[in-house]
């Protein structure tokens, strides 16, 4: 094969793994976190889309209002009212339907009125303050807008077309949800309380900082078994691409060499797996928990009773940073830059091994003799820092903050592994 094509093929492969994991986890995203990503379609008139038609017990709805014409579109001060109309369905979808309006004067949080869309933009609707006075039940609901449209401050006519309805139906949380959230989230959620419940300002900054320790060690033992596997893994890659090699044309072959040569080196290549599996249900809790539970007022579904009539909030100013909007300057590239250092931490060990047998003269070669193994880890030590910097900034500063932790907290146990080999 010349050397430009291989190459070519090298750096194809290379960029369809770096497209592949950004769009998986676009996709992960989109499926459990559908509130920060806003539906496809080019609306006509004004008109509404639910960000998720089917809300899960104890989460709240959200409404994105596109206003597609040329107007602005006026949104009525309804306080202590939603800005829209809401309606109770009974029997939905049969002869019998009936709409059964819903009022209310209590906001768990204080009702802040919307203006106005601009022409051609869109804005959200979130029900969030509703949600134990007007969302508490499971069921089928409907909310409507009554249009009014205004340009430059004058009083235009119904341009907008018929009035925007959405329906969207709340139920009930499923077993695993409610077990999660039973064992995890909760006994976090009110964890992190009781720490700021003790620190001046009831700082969340903190907070999350002792609670991700906390959780970091209590997951010390797992990691630090994960971690050693991986070493032992990476210890014995040479000789397993130096197996595929040789036994490239006979699979049956290849596979109990490899068997063999994990039991002569003592690799268990599930070692780094299982311990990660038991303790991700723990860090995505602690995700959720820093995610969430920094305005505790739409919390109180997983709040203990002794928290149940706080006369405080979290102070969410921490180093001039405001943890309940996103950081775009700071956090971000700082996570870049701690998850590359603890990839090539990660990595160092097969490195140094790949030096010591081939020299450094070999580890400079081309992308056309780069192995399979070779280009993964290269995609993960340039690519998933990025992406994870990208990510950051779409999220609270809070779960950056959070994400920084424990990415310190990772590049420690990383060092202590590569010293000990």
């Known amino acids: 094969m010349p050397a430009d094509t291989g190459r070519s093929s090298r750096f194809l492969e290379f960029a369809a793994i770096f497209l592949l994991i950004y769009f998986g986890m ?51 001060d309804r306080c202590p009212m939603p800005p829209v109309g809401v309606f109770r369905v009974e029997n939905p ?14 906001t768990a949080l204080p009702c802040v009125p919307l203006v106005a869309v601009g022409p ?48 969207f ?11 999660f959230r039973t064992f995890i989230t909760k006994p976090m959620l009110n964890f992190l309380i009781f720490e700021a419940s003790l620190l001046p300002g009831h700082n969340l900054g903190v907070a999350i900082i002792i609670l991700t320790f906390l959780v970091k060690l209590l997951l010390f033992l797992p990691t630090q078994h994960a971690l050693e596997g991986q070493r032992k893994m990476q210890a014995v890659q040479p000789k397993i691409e130096a197996l595929r090699k040789q036994y490239k044309d006979d699979p049956k072959r290849l596979q109990e060499e490899t068997m063999k040569l994990w039991k002569t080196e003592k690799v268990n290549p599930f070692q780094s797996c299982l311990p990660m599996l038991v303790q991700f249900p723990v860090l995505i809790g602690l995700f959720f928990v820093v995610r969430d539970g920094g305005v505790l007022e739409l919390s109180r579904h997983l709040l203990y009773g002794t928290y149940l009539h706080l ?54 070669k081309r992308w056309r003799d780069l192995s399979q193994a070779e280009m993964q880890q290269k995609m993960m030590l340039y690519g998933l ?3 994870i910097g990208f990510f950051a900034i779409k999220f609270p500063a809070a779960v950056s903050l959070y994400w920084g932790i424990s990415t310190v907290f990772a590049i420690g146990q990383q060092i202590v592994v590569n010293r000990k080999s």
């Open 311 to 364: 006369d405080w909030a979290f102070g969410t100013h921490f180093l001039g940073l405001d943890l309940k909007t996103p950081s775009v300057y700071v956090l971000p590239p700082l996570l870049v830059l701690l998850q590359f250092a603890q990839m090539k931490l990660s990595f160092a060990m097969a490195k140094k091994k790949k030096e010591e047998k081939e020299g450094k003269k070999e580890e400079k």
């Open 169 to 179: 139906t709340i139920h009930r949380a499923g077993p695993m949800t409610q077990v």
């Open 93 to 106: 979808g049969t002869d019998a339907e009936i709409l059964r309006p819903l009022a209310t004067e209590e």
């Open 120 to 167: 051609r933009a869109k804005t959200t609707i979130d029900l969030g303050p509703w949600k134990y006075s007007m969302f508490s039940e499971l069921g089928t609901y409907e909310v409507r807008l009554s249009v009014t449209q205004a340009a430059d401050g004058a009083a235009g006519d119904s341009a907008a077309g018929p009035n925007p309805v959405a329906r």
């Open 385 to 387: 820092p990025f992406l």
């Open 26 to 76: 676009q996709f992960a995203l989109r499926t459990f976190f559908p509130g920060q990503f806003e539906k496809n379609g080019a609306p006509a008139g004004v008109v509404f889309t639910m960000v998720d038609a089917t809300v899960k017990e104890g989460h709240h709805p959200v409404i994105v209002v596109r206003n597609a014409t040329d107007a602005s579109l006026a949104l009525p």
